[in-house]
């Protein structure tokens, strides 16, 4: 049974509801031509800039060729006998014709057909699918996600040529009707994280996802402003996507946005790199354990070294070289406090300097921090060594959420023990812990699987690199 039609069999109707439905007099880029197609009058819509021209003329082209005698009754008809083109839908609904034209499908509307013809040959302006800049890999492949949503389910069914790999459209924003992917292996993925994700993007009562995965997150998951460990996992890169969803998670891709989010995951998927799995399993071990170590070192460091200042006879003699030989004129918390601003600061005046000044920009901030400011008495060398530890630390794993996180977590610590000694260190610590050990993935796991509850097998494969068996492979 054919469902009621929101249009009617009159093209002058139906013309003067879809204008007053675009609003075509008041947008140059909404265009509108009227021809004759088999002795019915027609009318093109479609948006400039979205429709593949050469397409479109051919289709005319073949369009002016119908007979009169020939031209069927129905839109049904007329779609399986004189449409040669492959991606052609009928549209009966007001709410489906907005949706498909204003995401650039042009629409066909003909004289005494109550449906109208969506006929899919659009193409959307892109960027080519280089490597992404901040998720580099030393070995593996160079392409990455783009910000047309089509080219990235294309880059992961490139990579996972199998039925059971599912790819499901959803539609978020009143206004902005942003596309949103669901991908996921049938057999692999929990049934019920699976239902819970969609019912949240479906309920989602927003005006515009105006960040795009930004907001999408904060509308699916809203966290505990307080904690600022990552919910999602979020990669520019398609193998380490697919690889994801061959493992059972769940991959969300956002229309305009050129990244997939990653869920659920827990803190060492998120420390996990390509890099890791493009090398032997030693060799990643390595990598992976070296980048473990330092993200911890990165956390503990500064305060270690503020502990044992503030304490010189808790100092062994094999590391009497730690204490600071120099004057110190402005204290030690104020030093390490400004210098983690000033690092935020060098990354936002890096992020927008034009790239013909990058290089000088970065040669004068080097000059002045390291060489000037230690020997004007505002800052020791001993703390300028420590904190591009801590700065170089950063930019050994790929999540800015992450990196932020433990920024964060080491402002906390470094205040703690400035504030109590020791005991604001141990406290601070405990208070680490708890942000990490209480956090719970969007499934409602443990944050540090499979540390907590403990699981051998999963352990070893999330510290060490083994080799996958035969029948994982």
Not at 23 to 39: A, L, T
Not at 83 to 108: A, C, H, T
Not at 281 to 309: C, D, E, H, K, Q
Not at 392 to 407: D, H, P, R, W
């Amino acid at each position: 049974m054919m469902e009621n039609s929101d249009f009617s069999s009159s093209f002058d109707e139906n013309k003067a509801y879809i204008d007053s439905l675009l609003h075509i007099d008041k947008s140059f880029d909404m265009i509108y031509r009227v021809v004759m197609i088999g002795g019915k009058k027609a009318c093109f819509y479609f948006i400039d800039g979205f429709c593949k021209d050469e397409v479109l003329e051919k289709i005319l082209e073949f369009f002016y060729q119908i007979n009169p005698k020939e031209m069927p009754e129905t839109a049904h008809e007329f779609l399986k006998q004189k449409l040669p083109y492959g991606e052609i839908d009928l549209v009966r609904k007001e709410n489906d014709f907005l949706q498909r034209m204003l995401s650039g499908v042009p629409m066909l509307m003909v004289d005494g057909y109550t449906e109208i013809l969506a006929m899919d040959f659009r193409t959307y302006p892109a960027r080519s699918v280089d490597e992404p800049e901040k998720d580099k890999v030393m070995r593996g492949s160079r392409d990455g996600f783009v910000e047309t949503l089509v080219f990235n389910t294309a880059l992961i069914r490139r990579r996972i040529r199998s039925t059971d790999l599912a790819m499901e459209m959803h539609t978020v924003g009143k206004s902005s009707r942003t596309d949103v992917v669901i991908a996921y292996m049938g057999s692999r993925v929990e049934k019920k994280m699976l239902e819970d994700i969609r019912q949240r993007i479906d309920s989602i009562q927003i005006d515009a996802l105006s960040m795009n995965q930004q907001s999408l997150a904060e509308c699916l998951y809203q966290h505990k402003w307080y904690n600022p460990f990552p919910k999602f996992k979020f990669t520019e890169r398609p193998d380490t996507t697919a690889a994801s969803v061959l493992e059972g998670s769940i991959a969300i891709l956002v229309d305009n946005s050129p990244a997939a989010m990653i869920l659920p995951t827990s803190v060492f998927d998120i420390i996990e790199d390509a890099d890791d799995y493009y090398f032997p399993p030693v060799t990643g071990t390595y990598l992976r354990l070296s980048r473990i170590i330092i993200n911890i070192l990165a956390v503990v460091l500064t305060p270690l070294f503020l502990l044992l200042i503030m304490n010189p006879e808790w100092i062994p003699s094999w590391l009497e070289f730690i204490k600071i030989k120099d004057t110190i004129h402005v204290p030690i918390i104020l030093q390490l406090l400004i210098l983690e601003f000033a690092i935020d600061g060098l990354k936002l005046a890096s992020l927008n300097t034009p790239s013909m000044l990058s290089t000088p920009l970065s040669v004068v901030a080097g000059i002045v921090l390291g060489d000037y400011t230690v020997s004007s008495g505002w800052f020791n060398a001993e703390i300028m060594l420590y904190m591009a530890f801590v700065a170089v630390a950063n930019y050994t794993q790929v999540s800015f959420e992450l990196g932020y996180a433990l920024k964060f977590m080491r402002l906390m610590v470094l205040c703690l023990t400035a504030a109590f000694n020791v005991w604001g260190f141990a406290g601070g610590m405990i208070l680490v812990l708890i942000f990490i050990v209480t956090n719970r993935t969007m499934s409602g796991k443990s944050y540090i699987y499979p540390i907590i509850p403990f699981n051998r097998k999963q352990f070893l494969r999330r510290f060490c690199r083994v080799s996958l068996p035969r029948s994982e492979q």
